[in-house]
């Protein structure tokens, strides 16, 4: 197995990490990083399961190689909660009934955060837009989308 | 556990007028886990580690039915970090497993019945090395011509898939005069397609040896006990010897009643003596846990000119794959409730599931419910028709009532609303009546199909029932023990089952039942796990009504217990047992913590009757209606569900917004089978194990829900809590079928809804010729 080592801007701070060369950047965050927030739900980039921010990119880190992601900034939903303090999209999520079993929260959670960043007053059509990517198999999406509103309001405005 | 335990009335709780706290029953009280699981620190069992632990694989058959020649492991075993490769010769005992009937190996040994099952395993440092090791195990096959139609199954001559033959379980519901005849009559086959759970967290668990020979599993399970009495007697273990502990669940549907890698995750811990962690990906997902039953039914219904129901016949068949799994009580559930929430004099169900080389089908949301209910929906909309009445009179003139008998003589007892709540969906808000001329909002979405033009915009009803807890004799009981004790801050209880939080959110409803019937607030849920007794299963939508029967249960012991305590103090002692609780003059009463073990049994039922299947045989019932708004581009035969609308019986909402969110969630599901979930086989063999081939539904293809959340509170359950789980996912498929049905004209007689189906008006055809109500081991080709 040909490995490497890679060193990240991981959540704020320098990590380094040997990982294989055929690895994603998904299995390093969990296996190598010890960061199990991201989730490995389906493995091809359909479910957004293992959403996370890749120097200000929204990515599937399960279609990112590890070895590609070498020297950027990458921020999970670990990176979200400063000292313990929910982030408001977390929050919103807990106070709208968001969240059933939580496999696709994490994902979520750091999509409904790209998306507020870059629009902090989405309409619903851009709201389920912009989830499109992410499959919640519990909740049918209707708390998500009342979530992404309440913290729309509640923070970015 | 004696049967013989008393019964508790349960009443509504009594008022606290003078103690107050918040997160009671009633209140959309905050889940305990919400917080843990936004920030990603929730532990899913795929996120386990321990010290030293190896990676865990299986290699599974390529072949649908074959018999197995050899198996060479010696090339594997030589690869780099393999610890241990094991097939069927290598296991402890000969041991069957198996949800309801033991039928299945836990390797195959000398023949495979379907793609995927389970050949031989690996352990190796990572799993990479695992993978390799896997694939360099030679196996010679010999396959044989599998058996994938269930009818054919069941003729004369079909090879035996399994020494018995190849009938899992047959049911006969004959209830009234079964030669009934009507003025106006309805008839045709139906079709269900194979759907996956597709609960989002794949399988996974982490075994651990322990120094006295016994092992310790984590594991992502809908019900632990059920798991141990399979599992122990397949590692030839002793139950004491094996401990499960409930990991993170990442969502369950029914796909994790059965065992998957639980079995061969201990085996492979206990024979390399390190913990093993397997967990699957996606694809193997798909092979590795059972699947909806896919169903073929023939209906036939007469009516009385003005639409009364006269009769229902009908035979179903469902595919049961290559072992059991709970078949018999899916195709049980399949012909009790085949006439629906209607009074039908006189009916005749011949129900009948058959082994095939298809993937083992078991449970799933609705549990045999959901297939009969898309077809007797379907006719009951043809009738409708027939008699130049709608589709809502139709279902309130029919509708159950209290006392009424469905076909197998059980009356309804409790709660029964069933023409309430098709009249109140029928009255909820509508959408707006226009068709959008934007894309986005139209078939086809970001495609850009349509502004607007070969767009149809209908409407269709449905209504669905099924039984709540286990039936037809099952001794069902959960298990809660309650400690009581006091710290520095005041007291505390700790509450311990084994109840299964798979995401429905059974946490917050023991959590709100403790806080109301203790009167504090400080409530803390111990893991779940195999040293406290047995919550039976996070299924039927039973845990509300069990577990928080069982917790309640053990709180008023306590609370009758500290009563006792203060009695012999000497003072006046409060008539609500809260106070003690509230007053800190009283704290000397928890000096030692005061703990109970309650078990919580809802009435008996009837055993299954086999020659009529008539009996008392369900504890109390379900019911829900749905109006489904769809628009359709006929020219590319791509639907858009644009508003759902349900109203649903529920008992008694615990939690309002849980409550919500499981009606939303079920729709969701309801949605996918209606027009776009199917696991597409072709020789037994999958041909779309991947999230990227198995469509479901996403946050564009989901409508707004409408839920008018109807409370009856039943006497018998706890607080009047029914549960709400299934219904939400039984009448929405057939009600989307219904309203693209009255778009587009086509008969539309399977789901999902293909877009070939829509615009060539398709119709799915088995190839058997069958009278509804007929035996179907005497089909003959059509």
């Known amino acids: 197995m040909t490995t490497r080592t890679i060193e990240l801007h991981l959540n704020g701070e320098r990590r380094s990490a040997e990982v294989a060369t055929h690895e994603s950047l998904l299995t390093a965050l969990r296996e190598r990083f010890g960061l199990a927030g991201s989730k490995n739900a389906c493995e091809q980039g359909e479910c957004g399961s293992c959403s996370v921010i890749m120097d200000g990119e929204l990515v599937c880190s399960c279609l990112v190689l590890a070895a590609a992601a070498d020297g950027k900034q990458v921020r999970t939903v670990e990176g979200l909660s400063a000292n313990g303090e929910m982030h408001p999209v977390q929050r919103a999520y807990v106070e709208a009934g968001a969240v059933q079993c939580g496999f696709c929260t994490p994902g979520l959670i750091v999509a409904t955060e790209a998306l507020l960043r870059a629009n902090p007053e989405p309409s619903e059509a851009e709201v389920r837009e912009a989830l499109a990517g992410n499959i919640c198999r519990c909740t049918g999406y209707g708390r998500i989308l009342e979530a992404v509103q309440r913290a729309a309001k509640g923070t970015y405005r | ?782």
């Open chain 2, 1 to 782: 556990m004696s049967r013989s335990a008393p019964r508790l009335t349960l009443a509504p709780p009594r008022p606290g007028a003078r103690v107050k706290v918040r997160g009671i029953v009633g209140e959309s009280a905050e889940r305990p886990d919400a917080v843990a699981k936004v920030k990603g620190e929730f532990a899913y069992a795929s996120d386990l580690r321990e010290e030293g632990m190896l990676a865990g694989h299986t290699l599974r058959s390529p072949h649908a039915y074959a018999r197995i020649r050899s198996i060479d492991v010696t090339r594997a075993e030589r690869m780099p970090g393999v610890r241990a490769v094991m097939t069927a010769k290598d296991l402890p005992t000969r041991a069957l497993f198996g949800l309801m009937k033991r039928d299945q190996p836990v390797l195959a040994a000398d023949v495979v019945r379907y793609v995927g099952e389970p050949v031989a395993l690996v352990a190796a440092d990572d799993m990479d090395q695992a993978k390799a090791a896997a694939r360099a195990i030679a196996v010679e096959y010999e396959p044989l011509r599998p058996v994938t139609d269930p009818v054919a199954a069941l003729q004369k001559g079909a090879p035996k898939l399994h020494p018995q033959g190849n009938v899992i379980e047959s049911v006969r519901v004959a209830y009234g005069d079964l030669g009934a005849s009507a003025e106006v009559v309805v008839s045709g086959e139906y079709e269900v397609g194979m759907q996956d759970q597709a609960a989002l967290g794949p399988e996974a668990g982490l075994a651990i040896p322990r120094v006295d020979g016994g092992v310790t599993l984590h594991i992502a399970t809908q019900w632990l006990h059920e798991d141990l009495s399979q599992i122990a007697p397949c590692l030839g273990l002793p139950e004491e010897k094996v401990r499960l502990v409930l990991s993170g669940v990442g969502g369950a549907f029914g796909a994790r009643e059965d065992l998957s890698l639980q079995i061969h995750c201990c085996l492979l811990a206990l024979r390399t003596k390190r913990p093993v962690r397997m967990a699957y990906g996606r694809e193997e997902s798909f092979y590795g846990h059972v699947h909806r039953h896919p169903a073929r039914m023939w209906y036939e219904h007469g009516a009385t000119a003005s639409g009364r129901l006269v009769y229902v016949r009908a035979t179903l068949v469902l595919d049961g794959g290559a072992y059991a799994s709970s078949s018999g009580a899916v195709i049980a559930n399949a012909a009790c409730f085949a006439a629906g929430p209607y009074r039908v004099p006189n009916a005749l169900i011949e129900g009948v599931v058959a082994y095939t080389n298809g993937p083992p089908n078991g449970a799933m949301r609705g549990f045999g419910a959901v297939q009969s209910c898309f077809a007797y929906e379907a006719q009951m909309d043809r009738l409708a028709a027939a008699c130049g009445i709608g589709p809502v009179a139709i279902r309130v003139l029919n509708g159950l009532r209290e006392g009424d008998p469905i076909i197998t003589g059980q009356a309804m007892e409790g709660s029964a609303p069933v023409a309430e709540i098709v009249r109140r969906c029928a009255e909820l808000p509508a959408s707006s009546p226009e068709i959008p001329s934007d894309p986005l909002l139209l078939p086809g979405g970001t495609g850009n199909l349509t502004h607007g033009e070969g767009v149809a915009r209908a409407t269709g009803y449905a209504a669905g029932m099924k039984n709540v807890c286990y039936s037809h004799g099952f001794d069902d009981f959960a298990t809660a023990r309650v400690r009581l004790e006091r710290d520095e801050t005041g007291a505390i209880a700790r509450v311990h089952t084994a109840s299964a939080e798979v995401g429905q959110g059974v946490v917050t409803v023991m959590l709100q039942v403790a806080r109301t019937e203790l009167g504090i607030e400080r409530v803390q849920l111990e893991t779940p796990d195999t040293t406290v007794g047995s919550a039976g299963s996070s299924s039927a939508s039973r845990q509300t009504w069990m577990s928080g029967g069982a917790v309640q249960a053990a709180c008023r012991e306590v609370l009758a217990e500290l009563r006792e305590r203060a009695m012999s103090a000497g003072r006046t002692v409060p008539e609500d047992p809260r106070e003690l609780l509230a007053d800190p003059s009283w704290a000397g009463l928890l000096d030692e913590p005061l703990e109970r073990t309650a078990t919580y049994r809802h009435r008996d039922t009837d055993p299954r009757d086999k020659e009529a299947g008539q009996s008392n045989g369900h504890v109390a019932f379900l019911f829900a209606a749905h109006r489904a708004t769809v628009d359709v581009d006929l020219d590319t035969g791509l639907v858009r569900v644009v508003q759902v609308a349900t109203a649903q019986d529920v008992g008694r909402a615990i939690n309002p917004l849980a409550v919500v969110g499981q009606i939303e969630g079920g729709i969701a599901q309801g949605l996918g089978l209606a027009v776009m979930e199917e696991i597409q086989l072709k020789d037994g063999q999958v041909r779309n194990a991947s999230f990227t081939d198995y469509l479901l539904p996403t946050i564009l293809d989901m409508p707004p829900v409408v839920a008018d959340v109807v409370e009856h509170p039943h006497p018998d359950a706890p607080y009047g809590a029914k549960g709400v789980g299934e219904p939400p996912t039984i009448s929405s498929t057939p009600a989307i079928v219904a309203a693209i049905r009255a778009a587009t004209g086509k008969p539309l007689n399977r789901v999902p809804v293909r877009p070939d189906d829509i615009v060539f008006g398709t119709e799915a055809r088995s190839g058997w010729k069958i009278v509804p109500g007929q035996d179907p081991a005497k089909a003959v080709r059509a």
